[in-house]
């Protein structure tokens, strides 16, 4: 018996609903009768997908065949189980609530053999809102040096794989990980191809984010979604050096993967939960957070990995609450100045005392600087006699310098002293990033004599 051009293996469980869809892209495509086998493996599913796999099956014989397997193994198990089975020169794995275009296994197969080809990777589209890198099919590139057109944020296994490779190398998903297993499989079919090809010309995969977010993916323990996130990085070891190469992977995992597990669902596991997931991230954070990796971080992303890194839980738990909360990071350093008896009184608040060091208090450029408390009084004869006196604020957070806003509370208005003899009249304003001016003007008696006769004479 000839053996088929393709084996399409689907691992199912409790996806009755999406099989219609599925079924019916597979019947579209425009392969030669003989080319196509279907794999389904019904991963012991209870809401009726095996008999419905069953039925579609017998509707089109000597394709689809049925594997079942007794009970649920997760979806490395159940692809591991038909892989074994397989017959096809090419492999190509479908998810049962995902669907391909019609013309999508001819375009790939065609290209694998023009090109040699051991994996190549066709278009995917994001459905109802499920994400999908928009650097990855920019263009067609028929050989890419891996992880070159950001194939390293195209790790889930939708794509077109030479099975001599998978048998070769031994290549197999591993069955320990609930969640992730797809990954070093695809990982290490990237570093061990002879070529990888990435097709932009068509839409192959229409990739589902299903109505009710239940994919694996998005259900997923947070401490299952952190092993697999290890194993990936496991696999970039093996293949890698440290060096640009490595940090490009790992990159996708650090700043997306990792950074990604805190979030509202972090809030929501009991503490002792918390300090167990950060400290058993930070250990990854530690060891592959290079300083290439955090020069490409948002700031949210750089203030987690730092709490991570430095085993600070609590204050990783305020600021994700605070981002839940409102949807933005706190300022880090803010003050609030107003007049007393000794002169102006700076108090200064830090949102997240574990990320911010002590401040630092300038007033001009000729005092120097003045280590910042909580509360800080500047005589005023540091104001005078000078024109102008600056008065800003900034602190190391999370390993960086950050300026301070300074706000003037609603009795902070001008005020006049003596100095020296002198009268002055003191003037603050909020400067353009922040920090508090005082501006000092000298009255003299020529000039409150003038402004007390305009007084007079305004008044008749």
Request: proline residues 6%; aromatic residues 6%; charged residues 25%.
């Amino acid at each position: 018996m000839t053996p088929p051009l393709v084996t399409v293996i689907t691992p199912v469980h409790d996806t009755r609903e999406y099989l219609g869809p599925w079924f019916a892209s597979l019947r579209a495509q425009t392969l030669a009768p003989g080319e196509l086998e279907v794999l389904a493996v019904d991963d012991g599913s209870t809401d009726g997908s095996g008999e419905e796999l069953r039925a579609l099956a017998a509707s089109w014989p000597g394709t689809v065949r049925v594997l079942a397997l007794p009970a649920r193994g997760g979806p490395a198990r159940a692809r591991n189980a038909a892989l074994r089975e397989a017959r096809g020169r090419y492999v190509f794995f479908l998810d049962s609530d995902d669907r391909l275009g019609a013309e999508a296994l001819a375009r790939l197969t065609a290209a694998a053999d023009r090109l040699g080809s051991d994996v190549v990777v066709g278009r995917v589209v994001g459905v109802n809102g499920r994400w999908v890198s928009p650097e990855l099919f920019r263009e067609t590139v028929e050989d890419v040096r891996f992880p070159g057109c950001a194939l390293a944020w195209s790790l889930s296994p939708g794509k077109l794989f030479r099975r001599e490779l998978l048998s070769r190398h031994g290549l197999r998903f591993p069955e320990d990980l609930p969640v992730y297993s797809d990954t070093p499989l695809v990982l290490e079919a990237f570093f061990r191809a002879r070529r990888i090809s990435v097709l932009a010309d068509y839409d192959y995969y229409y990739l589902l984010a299903r109505e009710d977010r239940s994919n694996i993916t998005t259900t997923a323990r947070l401490a299952d979604r952190l092993r697999g996130t290890a194993a990936g990085v496991a696999v970039v070891l093996r293949f890698t050096a440290a060096g640009p190469v490595r940090d490009e992977v790992n990159d996708r995992y650090i700043r997306s993967d990792l950074v990604n597990l805190f979030g509202r669902e972090f809030l929501l596991l009991e503490p002792e939960e918390r300090r167990q997931l950060a400290a058993a991230a930070g250990e990854l954070v530690r060891a592959h957070l290079t300083d290439a990796i955090r020069a490409r971080c948002t700031e949210p992303q750089r203030l987690k990995l730092h709490c991570l890194q430095h085993g600070l839980t609590e204050e990783l738990t305020e600021l994700v609450r605070h981002e839940c909360d409102h949807g933005e990071l706190p300022e880090p350093l803010t003050a609030t100045a107003s007049w007393s008896a000794q002169g102006l009184r700076v108090h200064t608040s830090r949102a997240l005392p574990g990320l911010v060091s002590a401040p630092v208090t300038w007033l001009s450029d000729t005092l120097g600087h003045v280590a910042a408390d909580d509360e800080t009084v500047i005589p005023l004869r540091e104001l005078l006699p000078r024109q102008r006196s600056t008065l800003r604020l900034e602190a190391s957070y999370a390993g960086r310098s950050v300026p301070g806003r300074i706000t003037p509370e609603t009795a902070l208005r001008q005020r006049r002293v003596w100095h020296a003899g002198r009268v002055y009249r003191l003037t603050p304003k909020t400067g353009p990033r922040g920090e508090l001016e005082v501006w000092a003007a000298r009255i003299t008696l020529r000039r409150v004599l003038r402004l007390r006769l305009g007084r007079l004479l305004g008044s008749r």
